[in-house]
């Protein structure tokens, strides 16, 4: 009854959306207000990372049976957002308040839908893993349309879309899938390691593929720090600022105080409401700032049955995880470009060549539209050092110079400060609680 009397609240008040472009002189201004449930802070901020629009501000506040958000957001190149038809999609999507969490689940699949094969997959990382996968989908026929690949403390997943290479259309033939499902697993399975790749079948189209990654590497605990050989990560001499997170209590207010300082980045605060919400935490209240090449961000948590955290090991937990999220999607590597004319087996023989060249792909993002292929990874040596650039420009003679493209370079950044300081960003906003506090925010900036 109370789920049916919660269902009838939001249908009888649904999202408010404002947009505007005048309250702050270099973002564009986006206030949503709605009845509050549980997710909803990251349906919102789905939409705008859907959108590939950058948060340079936010303010959350959801106390009571209300959720407030305002956020002050630009486009990738740093611009309000100005177009009509753009602004009136972003306002269909919030009004329409669109969920995208699906039910959590430890494990990995292959998912037939009308235009694609959907294949999820996790196990052990290790060099030349990309290669080997992309070659067995290869010699199963089946073609690479768009893919996303993390890899994170010693584990790997991927999120995979297929089709038939000969029809065009998702493989639906329940033994040709099992067959790709059981050979990936063999591809997957690491020696002398406990953890193995799990198979099993999803509902398609319930999430979103950033979202579906931070599932699946939660639930094979890459947050877990281990040390391998020649695999281990030392924080003292990792070239990329790592992030800093602190979890502190708020007994007056009968909170908990999640405080991030990390290098910004696109869809950062994604990440982190991403494995809030998985986590069963709810965000009552909220600042994010970014000040570059820096990003802050201070929230007040408490867990889905509204107590705050109460021991120092759950506490330890929530850091780890935390961490984890910030750092799989980070930009690890030399980053590499590929555009192309698409064709079937492409994927596979970039990926070898990159293997032949004892090259390691940390993450990867694969496309394709209208017959091009659009590609970006990030690669380092095999030791996670940086990649001699005689190595890449040997790759390029063999590839074709303006088909491979060297964008970035992040192991040659420069490390960020470490400090934090906890309650910066929210200073006194308890002592004040009238509703023309809440206004101020449009002129936040």
Wanted: hydrophobic fraction near 35%; charged fraction near 30%.
């Amino acid at each position: 009854m109370d789920d049916e009397y919660a269902k009838l609240i939001r249908r009888m008040n649904p999202p408010r959306v404002v947009i505007d472009n005048n309250a702050c002189e270099n973002a564009t201004v986006i206030q949503v207000d709605s009845v509050n449930k549980h997710g909803i802070l990251l349906d919102v901020v789905q939409v705008l990372s859907d959108m590939n629009l950058v948060i340079t501000k936010a303010y959350i506040s959801s106390d009571g049976v209300w959720f407030m958000d305002v956020f002050n957001v630009i486009d990738h190149n740093g611009n309000k957002i100005r177009d009509k038809e753009v602004i009136d999609y972003i306002q269909r999507r919030l009004e329409n308040n669109p969920s995208f969490a699906p039910s959590f689940r430890e494990t990995v699949g292959v998912v037939p839908t009308e235009e694609h094969t959907t294949i999820e997959l996790a196990g052990t990382d290790r060099p030349g893993l990309l290669s080997e996968v992309c070659a067995v989908l290869a010699d199963l026929h089946c073609n690479v349309v768009n893919a996303e690949i993390w890899t994170h403390n010693t584990r790997a997943a991927a999120v995979v879309n297929v089709t038939d290479d000969s029809s065009g259309r998702a493989i639906k033939d329940p033994i040709r899938l099992s067959r790709i499902r059981d050979l990936l697993c063999n591809v997957l399975r690491g020696s002398d390691d406990p953890k193995t790749a799990k198979t099993t079948l999803s509902p398609p189209g319930v999430t979103n593929r950033g979202r579906r990654l931070h599932q699946i590497m939660f639930a094979d605990r890459d947050y877990d720090r281990v040390e391998r050989a020649g695999q281990g990560r030392d924080r003292d001499r990792d070239r990329s600022p790592l992030p800093n997170v602190t979890v502190v209590d708020c007994i007056e207010k009968d909170y908990t105080v999640v405080t991030m300082r990390a290098k910004d980045r696109p869809k950062l605060l994604f990440d982190i409401v991403c494995t809030l919400t998985d986590m069963q935490y709810v965000v009552y209240h909220g600042v994010v700032q970014t000040a570059r090449p820096e990003a802050y961000q201070e929230f007040y948590i408490r867990h889905v049955d509204g107590f705050p955290i109460s021991s120092e090991a759950e506490r330890d937990r929530l850091v780890q995880c935390l961490e984890a999220a910030i750092e799989r999607r980070a930009s690890e590597g030399m980053e590499l470009e590929l555009r192309t004319e698409d064709r079937v087996g492409l994927l596979s023989d970039i990926t070898r060549i990159f293997r032949e060249n004892s090259l390691c792909i940390r993450r990867a993002e694969i496309s394709t539209q209208d017959g091009k292929a659009n590609d970006t990874f990030y690669v380092t040596d095999v030791t996670g050092n940086p990649v001699d650039p005689k190595i890449i420009d040997s790759i390029r003679r063999e590839i074709g110079d303006t088909v491979l493209q060297v964008k970035h370079n992040s192991c040659l950044s420069p490390k960020s400060p470490r400090t934090t300081t906890i309650g910066f960003l929210f200073g006194n906003f308890f002592k004040a609680r009238s509703l023309q506090n809440f206004k101020l925010i449009r002129s936040y900036s």
